[in-house]
Each structure stands twice: as structure tokens, then as C-alpha cells.
């Protein structure tokens, strides 16, 4: 973009008022200059056009007027028990207002506006979605509590008043839970009806999976992880994919974050088994669903469209034959879902539409009249199409069944928390809730993140999310949906990438992700909604808050109740590849060994990432002359020698020989420059590592050299490390649990790393029962009460 240096100023202030920053400071604190044509395209996708001088100017004219407009904007948040400032210019002194609280109270007041600053409302003590009345103006007042509902509160209402003991949780990769087939606890009536209840219809279970992990399988582990003395598991997202495009499936590009995945679907649980069973020989398919369970990868494509199939035939059975009492169940979620779970069902139906006759999934390139949800050409569509639309109202019935039931096992089975859900940064830009909110939504860019140590080039994640000047105008219900949605079948939520709160990293459309540039967003609006629906639905929030994180930015979040996340591999001391001690971990975050996008600990001591990243083109060739990936694993061999010397140094090592992931204690120590790079795989390792278990203090490594290193990871003793920590959660993937090498994801890779394909070894059933497993739950259990 060719602009005169005087107009380049000018863009320059527009930017800065539209939120944009001008300059951004990289993981090595150098300082980077946004380019003008990186301002200019990102300002047009926020409805500031800027090509010109002309287009300037009336872009910051149509800011200035935002800014000083007499009208207040339809949503201000507060917070209990203190003042709240209005814009200034939109009240007048003397001005008499009324509050209309959601309890039905009504408080009356004047305002006294001094020149030139804020008015102030009185204090509100009650917290809620209430209503401020002025003039002719209704604006609805969102005041806050000062914290979110916390993990202690979560505990207290168990009915133990005393301080909460440090709890603890597992986290899953749902898609990658095996199910073995078997009766549940219910009966049957022999109609092959169920649901999973134990009322006499049917045990709610298939004879197994399908390939896919489901919300059976969901429950089952919460139960399981309940009776253990877990309080808590972490799920993987559960948001709504693109059931005519299974090759889409990482769940953090959703189709919608408002809606579920039906892939995750047990068609038993409603129908039971007997019915699956008439389904799968109507279509022949017994094999393939067979051969979708035994594979060691997930075939998304193969085992989503045997499920949608069967699934599509059960439904045929309903309409058939459901109950009244099924029925009305089914028309009163139709009701709650409202337009926005139509809109949901009408792109799922019109997406296949166009696929099925050639046409391009992608709603920008369909015709202008089915681009908006809102018009003729859509409702028309859906009445010549009324089983499509109907069916995925359905799915998505039978879907928020499946969780609703996962999130009462937890519960039922003595978990302060239960599920928490996983709320992803953004949607894919041609799913449905881009579609169906398309004005709420920037469009044109890609959600990303600047480069650092672990992705030097930087991100650019293919997704969308909402536009902060729409979020103001539209009184942030959007993001309001958002939250409720994310809540609503869970005792907590994580919220990836929280970062973005305050500012998102956006790239414009087919741009490096390096030619970026941050925009702000009303961190304090969006900290006091949160806050408001985490108590409203009972619920802790957790905030990923890894990365390049802004200063002052994670005591912002704790004195909002908010608890940010520590990983083992993150918690490092300075100077030096050090490791921080368990107590200096501190209280406000909760903790865990890593993230589905960071090495297991298994992985992380074999160099396995490193193997990886060097096959996916992720490391540059050399480093100061030496082969990178040489380089490297150089660098990780004195890593493990600072977590051992952490280990120790914290307890968790005894004396007398080491702890051995495999067993047999006589491979080469990985780095020590005997044993081969570890070559990557597209096949998981099948192998459980066995370790033997220790009769005095099974968490402990044994020591019995300090200048050698364990030819294995230390996992029961680094598990040990991170139970010990004070923080009030921590949560321990399955992966470590079970000693596998491999991790769920490998950022900035699409084919070359088998990314959310990963299942477990072991089903869920029996998952409880490995040795490693329980050994590693008793230590769990020991450190977590110190």
C-alpha cells in the first residue's frame, strides 16, 4: 500500500483507534513495526475502510461519532458493590434513571454528570442482568460479583464447609477414548430401547465405538475417575464440527462453538443396542465398524460416515415410533435452541446439499440469496428439505443428552467439579455459526499468534471469532451465547488462548502469520461476563493463559477469580534450562504436566517432539553451524538432567538404583549418543510402559549415581513433582498416566503429524485396571494431600 507519509500518520491514528497496535514485541523482547498494508487490510475487515485519504478521514469521523454518540451503548457491565461510570457526553446532570433488578426491586436516582467526566450510577449489590431506565432508553446493566465462582466454592457446596483439600483431575482427549462393548447397568425390556439409565429399557450401551470416542465413553471414565478420588476431568472440545466434511476434524476448528459434535454420539444410548445391531445389517456395515475399533489410528472420514448413516436409519425409527413422552422431550430442546439451533440445523442440511450436487462447501461461494440465514431462499430451502433440517435438530438433541449424562455420572459419583469443558479461541470462518452471525464476525483474517521458541514463524490457525466494535453494538450477545453454551453441560471451563481477551494476534487472509498485528478487545467487559455466568451456572473458569503473556496480565485474571495453567515443561527457573520447585508453582493457576499440544513426559524425555519437528520442516537445518535437530536434542539432554536434578532436589528420587519406563534398564540413555534420533511414526506406540512398582513410595524414582540420568522418563516421580505443587487443581493427562510417547497434536502441522487421530491402548473400562495406572493413582493421591 503507497501512501504518503502524512496519510501513513493519519492510518496510523485510525489504527490505534480502532484498537490495532502499531508495534508488537517478539519472545526475544524485539521490538516489530505492523507494515501499512497489514493496518489497512485488517481495518477494512473491521468495517474502516482505509485505501484512501478520503476513506480515512470518514472513518475516523464514523469513530469520533461512536465515541461522543448521546446514546448509551445496549450493554454496560459493573461490578457488585461499586460505582458504575457511564460514557461521558450521553447523560446530562439532573437526569432522573431507574434500575430494574432482575429480582424485581427497583431502585430510583438522578444523575449528577460533572463536566467533561464520567456520570456515576450508585453502588448495585445484587448481581445480574438488569435494566437501567433513562429518557426513552432501556439498557440492560450486566453487574458482576468481584470473582468467579472458584474451585472452593465448588467444594464448599459438596457440603464441606473446611478449607478445600488440593484437588486433582484427569484430562482426556474424548475422540481417543476406546469402549468396549457390554451391559450397563440398566435392564431391558426386549424392544432393543435404552437409555443408559437403569429405568428397565435397555442398557443405553453399543457393543462398542465405532472408532470414535463417544459420550458414553465419556461417562464411563467420569465414573471411573469419580471412584478413584478425582474431582475433576478435562475434556478435549466437544463443539460442533462439519457432519458433511469429516476430514475437518481438529475440535479446535469448529463449525460452531454454540452446537455439539454428534460424531461423539453412542446411537445406543437411546435406542440401544439391539437397534444398532438392526442398523448395521441393514447396511452391511458389522465389518467396518469393527474395523474402525481395532485401528490404531482414528479414520475420521470412514468411521464418522458409518456413524452418520446409522444414526440417519435410528432416526427413521423415531419418527417411526417415538413416544409421546421422546417427542415432547425432543420439541421442548427445538424450543430452548430457539433461532440459533435452527440456523445450526439449516447449514448442516444446505452444507450437504451443495457437496452432495458439486458444489463448494464454503457459504461465501454459495449464491447471495443463501449467504444469510435470515433470508426467503433459507426458510424456503428448510420447508422443501424438513427431514434434512430435522435430523440434525436431532443429532444435536441426542448429543446434549450424551453429555448431560457424562456431567451427572461425575457428579452423582462424588466430584466437586466434574467435566470441563474446553472453549476453543475461534470458529472456522465457513462453519455455521460464521454464517449464521456473519455480522458479528470478522472475516477476511485468520486468528494467530506472533513467532516464539516454539513456532519461530509463527501462527495463523484458520480461524475466526468476533469483531470487539460488533460485540459493543450488539451488547455482546454473542458472546454471551458463547459463555452459556460452554457451561451449560459442565462443572467448568477451560478458555483457550484467554490471551485473546485483551488482545488477538490477526492476520490477514492469506498472509504469513509473522505479517500480523494485535487487536484489542474490552478486556474488562469480557472479564466481568465470565465472572457473572461462571456463578450463574455454578462453574470454575480456567484460563490457558500460556505463550507470550502480557505484563500484568495474569494478576488480572486472579483477582477476577480466574485460574490461569502451569505445565512442568513451562515452570522453568532463570537463568538456565532449570526447573522450578513445586512450591514456587504458587496457588492461582492450576497445574499439570503438559497440554495436547506439548510432549508427554514420556515423549518430552525421548526427544520424541524434536524427532518430529525436525521431519515436519519445524526446525531450520542448522544453528550456529551444527545440525539442528543435533543441536536440539543436545539441548534436551541438559534439560532432563535439570528436571532430575529437580526431582531429587524436591524428594521425589530415592537411593538405590532408577526408575525404568520399560522395564528392562538396559537401552541407552536417551542424548547420550548411542541411541538413534527417535524417528517419527504415523502409527502410535501400542506399548504401555510397565513399570515395576516400589513397596516403599511407588511415586518415587530411585537414585543410587547423581552424575547419571534414568534411561527412561521418570514419569511416577515427575507426576509426584506436579502433585505436590500448591495449586488447588491439577490435572494429569491419560497419556502420562499410561506412559505414552506420543502427543494429541503437534502445532503448525496438517498431514504430516496424525493429529487428533490418536487413540488410547486401552479402553476405559479396563483403564483403571493397567498396573501403572493405579500405582500412579495411589501416588497422585498421596502427594495431592501432601
Not at 86 to 112: C, K, W
Not at 186 to 201: E, V
Request: hydrophobic share 40%; glycine share 10%.
Amino acid at each position: 500500500m503507497s501512501l504518503p507519509n502524512q496519510a501513513k500518520a493519519t492510518l496510523d491514528t485510525l489504527a490505534e483507534h480502532a484498537g490495532l497496535q502499531l508495534e508488537w514485541e517478539d519472545a526475544q523482547h524485539v521490538t516489530h513495526r505492523v507494515s501499512p498494508d497489514t493496518l489497512a487490510c485488517l481495518l477494512e475487515q473491521l468495517g474502516l475502510p482505509c485505501r484512501s485519504n478520503a476513506q480515512i478521514r470518514q472513518s475516523s469521523a464514523l469513530l469520533a461519532a461512536e465515541h461522543h454518540h448521546r446514546h448509551l451503548p445496549p450493554l454496560l457491565t459493573a461490578e457488585c458493590e461499586r460505582g458504575i461510570a457511564l460514557p461521558p457526553n450521553a447523560l446530562s446532570t439532573g437526569s432522573r434513571y431507574q434500575i430494574e433488578l432482575e429480582s424485581g426491586t427497583v431502585i430510583d436516582g438522578r444523575f449528577t454528570v460533572p463536566k467533561g467526566e464520567s456520570a456515576l450510577l450508585a453502588p448495585v449489590s445484587e448481581p445480574g442482568y438488569h435494566t437501567l431506565v433513562w429518557h426513552e432508553q432501556r439498557v440492560t446493566l450486566a453487574v458482576a460479583p468481584a470473582r468467579a465462582y472458584t474451585v472452593a466454592d465448588a467444594w464448599r457446596a459438596t457440603g464441606d464447609m473446611q478449607a478445600p483439600p488440593p484437588l486433582w483431575g484427569l484430562s482426556a482427549q474424548l475422540y481417543g477414548l476406546r469402549r468396549d462393548g457390554g451391559r450397563g447397568r440398566g435392564g431391558g425390556d426386549g424392544d432393543g430401547r435404552g437409555n443408559g439409565r437403569g429405568n428397565g429399557r435397555g442398557d443405553g450401551r453399543g457393543d462398542g465405538d465405532g472408532g470414535i470416542g463417544d459420550y458414553t465413553a465419556l461417562a464411563e471414565l467420569a465414573s471411573h475417575s469419580a471412584r478413584h478420588g478425582a474431582h475433576a476431568l478435562a475434556v478435549s472440545p466437544t463443539h460442533a464440527m462439519f457432519s458433511a466434511l469429516a476430514q475437518n476434524f481438529s475440535p479446535y476448528s469448529p463449525s460452531s462453538r454454540l452446537w455439539l459434535n454428534v460424531l461423539h454420539i453412542d446411537p445406543a444410548a437411546l435406542f440401544g443396542t439391539a437397534a444398532v445391531h438392526a442398523a448395521l445389517d441393514t447396511l452391511h456395515a458389522h465389518d467396518a465398524w469393527a474395523r474402525c475399533e481395532a485401528q490404531p489410528l482414528l479414520d475420521w472420514t470412514t468411521a464418522a460416515t458409518l456413524r452418520l448413516k446409522v444414526l440417519r436409519l435410528l432416526f427413521e425409527r423415531f419418527c417411526a415410533s417415538a413416544s409421546a413422552t421422546e417427542r415432547a422431550a425432543l420439541d421442548a430442546f427445538r424450543t430452548r435452541g430457539g433461532q440459533a439451533l435452527q440456523d445450526h440445523a439449516r447449514f448442516e442440511a444446505l452444507q450437504a446439499f451443495h457437496l452432495a450436487h458439486g458444489a463448494s462447501g464454503d457459504w461465501h461461494h454459495w449464491s447471495a440469496a443463501l449467504r444469510d440465514p435470515r433470508q426467503a431462499a433459507v426458510t424456503t430451502f428448510a420447508h422443501e428439505h424438513p427431514f434434512e433440517v430435522e435430523f440434525h435438530l436431532f443429532l444435536q438433541w441426542l448429543a446434549a443428552q450424551g453429555l448431560d449424562e457424562a456431567q451427572r455420572r461425575a457428579r452423582a459419583d462424588g466430584m466437586a467439579l466434574g467435566l470441563i469443558a474446553d472453549l476453543a479461541v475461534g470458529c472456522d470462518g465457513t462453519g455455521s455459526h460464521a454464517w449464521a452471525c456473519g455480522s458479528e464476525m470478522l472475516d477476511g483474517v485468520s486468528i494467530g499468534a506472533p513467532p516464539d521458541p516454539m513456532n519461530q514463524l509463527g501462527q495463523a490457525w484458520g480461524l475466526t471469532t468476533f469483531s470487539p466494535r460488533a460485540m459493543r453494538h450488539q451488547g455482546f450477545a454473542g458472546f454471551i451465547d458463547l459463555l452459556r453454551a460452554s457451561f451449560a453441560h459442565a462443572g467448568g471451563v477451560r478458555i483457550d488462548h484467554i490471551l485473546g481477551l485483551r488482545r488477538l494476534w490477526l492476520v490477514p487472509q492469506g498472509a504469513s502469520a509473522i505479517a500480523g498485528a494485535y487487536l484489542r478487545y474490552p478486556l474488562e467487559d469480557l472479564l466481568r461476563l465470565i465472572t457473572l455466568e461462571s456463578w450463574r451456572h455454578r462453574a470454575v473458569v480456567i484460563g490457558e493463559d500460556l505463550g507470550t503473556v502480557p505484563a500484568g496480565f495474569r494478576q488480572r485474571l486472579a483477582a477476577h477469580g480466574i485460574a490461569g495453567i502451569r505445565t512442568l515443561w513451562l515452570e522453568r527457573s532463570e537463568p538456565g534450562p532449570g526447573f522450578l520447585a513445586p512450591e514456587a508453582w504458587g496457588h492461582e493457576a492450576i497445574a499439570t504436566t503438559t497440554t495436547h499440544d506439548l510432549p508427554t513426559l514420556a515423549g518430552w524425555w525421548a526427544g520424541r517432539d524434536i524427532a518430529w519437528r525436525s521431519e515436519c520442516g519445524q526446525l531450520p537445518e542448522r544453528v550456529d553451524g551444527q545440525d539442528a535437530a543435533v543441536a536440539a536434542q543436545a539441548e534436551r539432554a541438559q534439560e532432563r538432567a535439570a528436571l532430575w536434578g529437580a526431582l531429587r532436589q524436591a524428594g521425589m528420587v530415592l537411593g538405590a538404583g532408577h526408575e525404568s519406563v520399560s522395564g528392562s534398564g538396559h537401552e541407552p540413555m536417551p542424548g547420550s549418543g548411542h541411541e538413534p534420533m527417535p524417528k517419527p511414526l504415523h502409527e502410535p506406540s501400542r506399548e504401555i510402559a510397565h513399570e515395576p512398582a516400589h513397596e516403599t513410595a511407588p511415586a518415587l524414582a530411585r537414585d543410587d549415581d547423581e552424575t547419571a540420568l534414568p534411561r527412561h522418563a521418570p514419569i511416577d516421580a515427575a507426576l509426584a513433582f506436579v502433585a505436590s505443587t500448591p495449586a488447588p487443581l491439577a490435572l494429569f493427562p491419560l497419556e502420562d498416566l499410561l506412559g505414552l510417547v506420543e502427543q494429541p497434536n503437534l502445532p503448525g502441522t496438517v498431514d504430516h503429524h496424525p493429529n487428533w487421530r490418536r487413540r488410547l491402548n486401552v479402553p476405559v473400562g479396563a483403564l483403571f485396571e493397567q498396573p501403572e495406572v493405579a500405582r500412579r493413582l495411589v501416588a497422585i493421591r498421596r502427594w495431592r494431600r501432601g
